[in-house]
């Protein structure tokens, strides 16, 4: 039998975004994934069929984290000696943290898949370089983080075996229920608790007086405290507070029994898209639909569009978060939306996600060019997905393309072994 082993330990999106992977190996045989400590219960409730080892990675969910790279290796000694006990086939690396790396040297390096340590030294495929060029200009990014991990596998699984189509569990609308996530890790992808509880009261009367769920962790109770402050009392006896109340287990549970769920670019709005909830995302600063939006058909997406969007979330904001003001106020029946954003829904093609612009218009030739981009990443992988042809568009004029080819393409892509 196949085994296949995954090194995910980054946070909870990034875990659900390796399932079209996951999915791929799982095809061929027994997939073993190491996961921080953390997600532990939600990594079994998603991967079931999985084999888990976790180690501790991050600090949170009250777990501590040891100072010391040598208390580190004492800490996890357990887990990494399950993994040197099995002949796995091929292991696949999904992330450049040290301690990720540091497992990737317990085996073959002619195994090893995405970033590996060779004689000491992180090395990179072929492939992650290729997307690191492609992040470069970000607007105009052509894979979702979910197909770049899927094509870590040459024949990774149709992007609509991944997740279901969105569908409310009551589309009549009687006794519905509406989760929103309070804010995300970085507050400044969020909005502020005026400008959510516009949106909490906006929907709460298009959908004629659902249920409505505050989630978030311990961190978040202020928030929601705030929030309540500006909803009104009808609204209010319709509203429970969840914010430190739920496990990540707990979290599974109510997302699945949601209508829709209202979120920043979070682990929560993932885990959404895995159970089929419909999501109505907010992206702003640093979040880019291209890069992590929802995978899957039927989510909706508010896309902060200024020039200056996406920025790099580690850098301090010249604009004073000027990508706040199109969430000031929601889109009303007949009114415009606010001439800097953008409204999309989710949807698929061979490639993988992709997103369909309703309204809005995006800056002048992002589209063009991205759709350059899914063209020259389709014909590398050698598939026939992300021909602007076969989305209805008018194919790339051929300054563009070559542009493209220049900016993702270098000579070693072509001529050399895989991680030169």
């Not at 040197?84 to 085996?107: C, E, G, H, K, R």
């Not at 979070?266 to 890069?291: N, R, Y």
Request: hydrophobic share 40%; charged share 20%; aromatic share 8%.
């Amino acid at each position: 039998m196949q085994r296949h082993l995954i090194i995910q330990l980054a946070r909870i999106g990034d875990l659900i975004q390796s399932k079209r992977l996951v999915l791929s190996l799982h095809r061929e045989g027994e997939v073993h994934i190491v996961l921080d400590k953390a997600l532990e219960a939600l990594g079994r409730l998603v991967f079931p069929y999985a084999v888990l080892h976790v180690v501790r990675a991050h600090a949170g969910s009250g777990l501590r984290v040891p100072e010391t790279p040598g208390a580190l290796l004492a800490e996890n000694a357990g887990a990494f000696a399950e993994l040197a006990a099995v002949d796995f086939t091929s292991v696949y690396n999904l992330n450049q943290s040290p301690l990720s790396l540091s497992i990737t040297s317990m085996f073959d390096p002619e195994r090893v898949v995405g970033y590996r340590l060779e004689s000491g030294q992180p090395v990179s495929s072929r492939w992650c370089k290729m997307a690191w060029r492609w992040t470069r200009e970000r607007k105009t990014a052509p894979l979702n983080l979910a197909d770049f991990w899927a094509f870590f596998h040459p024949d990774p699984v149709s992007p609509a075996e991944v997740n279901p189509a969105a569908r409310a569990k009551n589309p009549a609308g009687k006794g519905q229920r509406l989760g929103f996530v309070l804010s995300g890790r970085a507050a400044r992808r969020s909005l502020p608790p005026e400008y959510l509880a516009r949106y909490i009261e906006a929907l709460f009367t298009a959908r004629k007086g659902p249920e409505v769920l505050l989630l978030g962790g311990a961190g978040e109770q202020q928030t929601a405290r705030r929030v309540c402050k500006f909803l009104k009392p009808a609204l209010l006896q319709r509203l429970e507070d969840l914010s430190g109340k739920t496990s990540l287990a707990d979290l599974h549970g109510i997302i699945a029994s949601l209508d829709l769920l209202f979120t920043p670019d979070t682990g929560a709005m993932h885990l959404a898209a895995h159970l089929g909830t419909p999501v109505m995302a907010c992206f702003l600063s640093s979040a880019w639909v291209w890069e992590t939006g929802p995978y899957g058909l039927g989510h909706e997406i508010l896309q902060a569009a200024l020039p200056c969007v996406p920025c790099l979330e580690s850098a301090p904001c010249p604009h004073k978060t000027a990508c706040l003001a199109p969430f000031a106020a929601p889109d009303k029946p007949g009114v415009p939306p606010h001439p800097e954003m953008t409204q999309l829904f989710s949807s698929l093609d061979d490639l993988g996600a992709t997103f369909r612009l309703v309204s809005g218009r995006p800056e002048s030739g992002l589209e063009e060019e991205r759709g350059a981009k899914r063209l020259l990443v389709s014909e590398y992988l050698k598939i026939s997905a992300g021909n602007p042809d076969r989305q209805g568009q008018t194919p790339p004029s051929g300054k563009i393309a070559e542009s493209v080819v220049n900016k993702l393409l270098v000579e070693q892509d072509w001529m050399l072994p895989d991680y030169f």
